[in-house]
């Protein structure tokens, strides 16, 4: 079974990401997301939006309850 990625605009690209058009444009220009150019059109696969958030996701850290990391005055 093959699974077809939804080739997204850049306009449905910022909308996903909560950002303004320039951010995607610049993620393009810098080559910090991968794309795909249709003629003069640049297309960005569902599955690359996806990646780069799951790879600039910053996870928590989680403290023991045990340990104090309050400073001294």
Do not use: C, N, W
């Not at 939006?49 to 910053?58: G, L, M």
């Amino acid at each position: 079974m093959v699974t077809v990625d939804r080739l997204l605009t850049v306009g449905q690209v910022a909308e996903r990401l909560g950002t303004g058009l320039r951010f995607p444009r610049r993620l393009i220009e810098e080559r910090r997301i991968a794309f795909v150019k249709v003629g003069r059109h640049v297309r960005i696969r569902e599955s690359a939006v996806d990646e780069y958030v799951s790879a600039h996701t910053v996870e928590p850290i989680v403290l023991r309850a045990t340990a104090s990391y309050r400073r001294a005055a």
